[in-house]
């Protein structure tokens, strides 16, 4: 990425359809040696061909912009210029945004208030290939993963089965036979049979091999 050595000047492109956003923006910006605002965009389709125009190392956008939002157009400058590194800039620390960011390729997430603490930070950054989340919206990710581990959680590792369908899944997949398995765990084989098919039923598997790569997957037997 250029501008690492410090030899090279780095690139920037602000979108934004505010004027005076832009113009504060830049001054910011080119307060650092070597760095150079190339292009200003006031929508998103302006962005995404000045991008593609101009291959800047950083785009800077903003999220609300008229015509095609900052998002969008973050995901077509990905496509058309994937050596620019994007940064989101907005007024806006939502849950949906912030995940979408990550989802169009965009690499930082920056509040418009904390621009002039974080900005010179997050675009450094950038430039390493390293990803900068202004602390709040660094907060709704942690959160957010945070939430999504709880919830898988009672699937994680076959525990969606009850402990006596973990055994007789790892039985099965050990090849015992039904008969086997029943003596093994002092039930009836219709006893086995029955866990078999409420087994199959739960974890949707369609034949016994796929059960076999589950309770491989799921570390309840070694492969």
């Known amino acids: ?3 690492r050595s410090g030899t090279e000047t780095v690139s920037i492109l602000i979108a ?3 004027a005076v956003v832009r113009r504060g923006l830049r001054a910011l910006l080119e307060t650092q040696p070597k760095w150079k605002v ?4 006031t929508s998103g389709r302006d962005a995404v061909e000045k991008a593609t ?3 800047p190392d950083v785009a800077i956008l903003d999220i609300s912009m008229p015509g095609l939002n900052g998002l969008d157009a973050a ?5 058309a210029a994937p050596n620019t590194r994007i940064l989101i800039l907005t007024m806006h620390a939502a849950e949906e945004l912030i995940q979408k960011t990550l989802k169009v390729g965009a690499s930082g997430y920056v509040l418009k208030s904390d621009a002039e603490r974080d900005l010179i930070t997050a675009v450094e950054a950038l430039l390493h290939k390293k990803t900068f ?3 709040i919206a660094a907060e709704v990710v942690l959160d957010s993963l945070r939430d999504s581990t709880r919830k898988r959680a009672p699937h994680a590792n076959g525990s969606r089965l009850s402990p006596r369908e973990r055994e007789v899944v790892q039985l099965l997949a050990e090849g015992k036979i039904n008969k086997e398995i029943a003596a093994l765990l002092d039930i ?3 006893t086995v049979e029955n866990h078999r098919a409420n087994i199959m039923g739960k974890l ?3 034949s016994f091999s796929a059960l076999v790569r589950y309770a491989i997957r799921n570390k309840i037997i070694e492969p």
């Open 133 to 135: 989340f202004t602390p």
């Open 1 to 3: 990425m250029p501008g």
């Open 204 to 206: 949707k598997v369609p």
């Open 53 to 55: 125009a101009l291959r």
């Open 75 to 79: 995901s077509l400058i990905f496509k």
């Open 188 to 190: 009836s084989t219709r």
């Open 38 to 41: 190339v292009g200003e965009a």
């Open 16 to 18: 934004d359809d505010h």
